[in-house]
């Protein structure tokens, strides 16, 4: 069966990487959950996608220049008064559900890795028992290389963004993932086909695919027999799968 995440909370049914989309998604019965995580200055770890904070946040700058007290005094965008959560709370809010989490470890507003950023969040996800129930993501293969070598994880994938796949092409992308020990990439949906997905899945790579969100994409991945995708409308991912799935 075809997993389904819901991407930063169902950022298409609730504000994205909010309390209220998490709050939203624990109440689904999807598999995983997908979030992005930043550093703060004073070595917390936040949870939001951009590197900076002008998108979602009636502040403005990059995450990692706000001590959290600072970004605790945000507002998220699309709520009356959210706050931007920590990873503990994340992790907290969703261990007593069966929902296991998604994390993608982000990068700063020079593209390059946040020093340490990954080796913290598998220290907080270990003192919560909950590495086990995560799979760690990045569009940056180095990263999620640290993370096979890390360990005891529920999985690890690579983000092959377009314009990667573009320049190397899936022979590329198989050579980058052994360079990296990966065993699984996640492609945009709309880049897939079954060439692609037949290329990858004969060099003994697991498949996914993110940004699945129109019936037309949710049924192809489904068709596809994806390991998992990502969906920023989770609700209909669940009613296509089930249809599809009548004895689950
Ligand atoms: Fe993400």
Redesign the pocket.
């Given at each position: 069966m075809t997993l389904i995440a819901s991407?930063?909370g169902g950022s298409l049914e609730a504000p994205e990487n909010s309390p209220t989309s998490f709050r939203h998604t624990a109440g689904l019965a999807v598999e995983q959950v997908?979030f992005?995580i930043h550093p703060t200055a004073d070595g917390q770890i936040v949870v939001i996608?951009d590197a900076t904070l002008d998108r979602t946040t009636d502040g403005g700058g990059p995450v990692a220049a706000h001590t959290l007290a600072e970004l605790r005094r945000l507002t998220l965008k699309g709520t009356t008064a959210d706050r931007i959560m920590t990873l503990p709370e994340v992790i907290e809010l969703f261990r007593p559900t069966g929902i296991g989490l998604r994390m993608?470890v982000k990068y700063g507003t020079d593209h390059r890795p946040y020093p340490g950023l990954l080796a913290h969040a598998l220290r907080l996800l270990d003192a919560a028992g909950m590495r086990h129930r995560t799979v760690i993501t990045s569009f940056q293969a180095p990263v999620v290389g640290e993370a096979v070598q890390a360990g005891s994880l529920a999985g690890t994938i690579w983000l092959v963004a377009p314009a990667v796949l573009d320049d190397i092409g899936p022979a590329g992308v198989v050579a980058v993932a052994e360079a990296h020990a990966i065993p699984h990439v996640g492609i945009r949906a709309n880049r897939l086909d079954d060439a692609i997905a037949a290329h990858l899945r004969a060099a003994g790579l697991g498949l996914g695919a993110w940004a699945v969100n129109d019936e037309d994409a949710i049924r192809h991945m489904l068709a596809l027999g994806v390991e998992v995708f990502t969906t920023d409308i989770p609700t209909r991912a669940l009613a296509l799968r089930a249809a599809q799935e009548p004895s689950r």
């Open positions: 991407h930063r997908e992005d996608h993608e």
